[in-house]
C-alpha cells in the first residue's frame, strides 16, 4: 500500500533548486521516508532518507516537517541528468518491502 | 558497496517459450530478495517476496505458478516466466535487502526487458 501522495509531475529550469513535495499525513512514530528515482528503462537509485531530522548527502537534502505529515526533497542545481520519476515511499525500519506509489516526474529544462 | 545485477537485461522470447531472469547481489548476502514488475508508464508492483532457502511469497493475483522463484543462494534469486505471451511483456526489476544499522535497506537492480512476440 502506497501511502504517499506526490504530484504526478513538475518541471524545473536546468541549475535551479528541483523542490519535490511528498505528502505522508499517516505516517507511523518508527517509519521512514526514503526517496528514490527511476531513470528512463533503469532500476530505481536510492536518493536519501530519513527519520524526523533534515538530512543531506551529495544528490540531494531531505526536509520533513516537524509533524512529519510530509516532506520535501531538494535537489539544490538541477541538471538535465536529474530528469526522471521521483518516489517518496515511507516504511518502518526493518522488514516490509518497498510499496512504490505512483511518483512524480521531474522534467529539468535547459 | 550494495550492487545488484539482473542477467539478461533485455530479452525477446516466443510466445508459449519460457524464460529465466537472474538476479544478483554483488558484494552482500541477501537472505531476502523482491521482485517487481513495471508496465509502461506506470509504477513498480511487487510481485513476490524471496527467501533464501523457502518458498516464495507472493502478492495477490500474481501467479505463482506462472512466474516461478528460486532463491537457492544467499546471492542468487531467479525468476521464469513460465509459458510466456504477449501481455507478459514487461519490465522486470529485482531488488535486494541487506541490514545496515540496525534498518534494512533495499537495493534495485537496473532491470530486465522482457518482450514476448
Known amino acids: 500500500d502506497a501511502k504517499t501522495t506526490q504530484p504526478p509531475s513538475m518541471d524545473c529550469a536546468e541549475g535551479r533548486a528541483a523542490n519535490l513535495p511528498c505528502n505522508h499525513s499517516?505516517?507511523?512514530?518508527?517509519?521512514?521516508v526514503y526517496w528514490y528515482r527511476q531513470i528512463h528503462s533503469q532500476g530505481p537509485q536510492y536518493i536519501i532518507h530519513?527519520?524526523?531530522n533534515n538530512e543531506t548527502n551529495e544528490m540531494a537534502s531531505l526536509i520533513i516537517t516537524e509533524d512529519r505529515k510530509s516532506s520535501t526533497l531538494i535537489l539544490p542545481h538541477a541538471t538535465l541528468r536529474d530528469t526522471a520519476v521521483y518516489y517518496c515511499?515511507?516504511?518502518?525500519?526493518?522488514?516490509?518491502?518497498?510499496?512504490f506509489g505512483t511518483g512524480t516526474s521531474l522534467t529539468v529544462i535547459p | 558497496g550494495a550492487v545488484v545485477s539482473q542477467h539478461p537485461s533485455r530479452v525477446i522470447c516466443k510466445s508459449g517459450t519460457s524464460v529465466k531472469i537472474e538476479c544478483r547481489s554483488l558484494?552482500?548476502?541477501?537472505?531476502?530478495m523482491f521482485w517487481y514488475r513495471q508496465f509502461p508508464k506506470q509504477s513498480l508492483m511487487l510481485m513476490a517476496t524471496?527467501?533464501?532457502?523457502?518458498?516464495?511469497?507472493?502478492e495477490q493475483g500474481v501467479e505463482k505458478d506462472k512466474f516461478l522463484i528460486n532463491h537457492a543462494s544467499l546471492t542468487l534469486s531467479t525468476l521464469t516466466v513460465t509459458s510466456a505471451h504477449p501481455e507478459d511483456s514487461s519490465f522486470y526489476i529485482c531488488?535486494?535487502?541487506?541490514?545496515?544499522?540496525?534498518?534494512?535497506?533495499?537495493?534495485f537492480g537496473p532491470g530486465t526487458r522482457l518482450t514476448v512476440t
Open positions: 531488488s535486494a535487502r541487506v541490514e545496515r544499522g540496525g534498518r534494512h535497506e533495499q537495493y
Open positions: 499517516t505516517i507511523s512514530g518508527n517509519e521512514y
Open positions: 530519513g527519520l524526523k
Open positions: 515511499i515511507v516504511r518502518p525500519p526493518t522488514g516490509n518491502q518497498f510499496y
Open positions: 558484494d552482500f548476502q541477501a537472505t531476502t
Open positions: 524471496s527467501n533464501e532457502g523457502s518458498k516464495a511469497t507472493y
